[in-house]
């Protein structure tokens, strides 16, 4: 075999593990938090722009004055001229952010149509990634479906995220995962467990947590609107749908209640407008219920799972 046969291949298989590895919530989560960083830049550069030229129009205002001296008009007039530099400067970073953002958004529909996908092809899709339903220092042999096959998936640091390994495959039905071996094996069906220490079985996914649409047919029976809960916060916030604000807390083990903040939400709802799916909010991941505060009529709140 030649060099460049072999080259090919290794690059090949690099690819091939790449795939297997392929996460499309994550990779949802990771092009979210993306955005979140272009849209702040965008509105800091926006902002930095508009009083730049708040203050050219005071030079300019004061330059009119009939009894500034020469030199004072020169000067204002040469200060004016170094913030219109900073000025294009600003503009020019700008039509980058907006680009990188059209990009993002493009990167973010294509990645949603591979999670819608990959929750059909999973059945209950990310609705249910809780430890409720797991039993621990509990194992089970055999029955490994094809993919990851007898290896398993490496890497995996929790049984939650094993968990939700199992979801984006149609042969699993179970799982079972080694905490001391960072492993987590895909089974075609659950079969009697017995005890072994430091080992977690579970199911595809915790029948008891469900999302609100399929709790109630819509948020309503399970969320409270214009209602926020004040603190408890235990991962940094991000901004995201009011449906996959209830997603994502379900992946997130310290996570028990959130909080979704929209102005723009709020502003269509006052005026009678549809609200689409779509709207994006801040979304605040909660170790506890805590305090709830209404009205805040920009805010929803809810659990974990709508039972």
């Known amino acids: ?8 291949l290794l690059v090949a298989i690099a690819v091939l593990a790449t795939l297997s590895s392929y996460d499309p919530v994550r990779a949802m989560e990771r092009i979210e938090d993306q955005e979140v960083q272009v849209d702040s830049k965008i509105a800091a550069d926006t902002t930095a722009q508009s009083k730049i030229e708040a203050v050219q129009e005071q030079l300019k205002q004061m330059r009119e004055d009939p009894s500034l001296t020469p030199s004072a008009r020169r000067s204002m007039k040469k200060e004016s001229k170094a913030l ?28 949603v149509k591979q999670v819608k996908k990959a929750k059909v092809r999973g059945g209950s899709g990310y609705a249910c990634v809780t430890g409720q339903c797991y039993q621990t220092d509990r194992y089970f042999g055999g029955a490994d479906c094809p993919n990851p096959g007898k290896a398993g998936w490496r890497n995996i640091r929790s049984a939650v995220e094993c968990q939700r390994k199992c979801q984006t495959s149609k042969c699993c039905k179970a799982f079972v995962f ?11 069906a659950a079969q009697t467990a017995t005890q072994r220490r430091g ?24 969320f409270l609107n214009a209602t926020i809960i004040r603190g408890g916060d235990c ?12 997603q994502r807390c379900q992946s997130i083990e310290c996570c028990e209640w959130f909080s979704w903040d929209s102005p723009r939400a709020a502003a269509m709802a006052a005026s009678g407008a549809f609200i689409p ?18 009205p805040m009529m920009s805010s929803t709140s809810g659990p974990k799972c709508c039972k």
Not at 86 to 104: H, P, S
Not at 199 to 222: D, I
């Open 84 to 111: 219109t530099v900073d000025k294009n400067k600003i503009a020019r970073e700008l039509t980058k952010l907006r680009a990188q953002r059209k990009r993002t958004q493009k990167k973010l529909t294509k990645v």
């Open 277 to 294: 799916p779509t709207t994006r909010g801040m979304c605040a991941f909660k170790a506890m219920a805590g305090q709830k505060q209404p």
């Open 235 to 246: 991962k940094p916030r991000v901004q995201t749908t009011l449906a996959n604000c209830q």
């Open 1 to 8: 075999m030649t060099i460049g046969a072999i080259l090919c």
């Open 178 to 188: 080694k905490a001391q071996m960072k492993t987590c094996w895909a089974k075609r």
């Open 199 to 222: 080992w977690v079985t579970g199911p595809k996914c915790c029948s008891a947590c469900k999302l609100a649409a399929e709790a109630t047919g819509g948020p309503a029976g399970c």
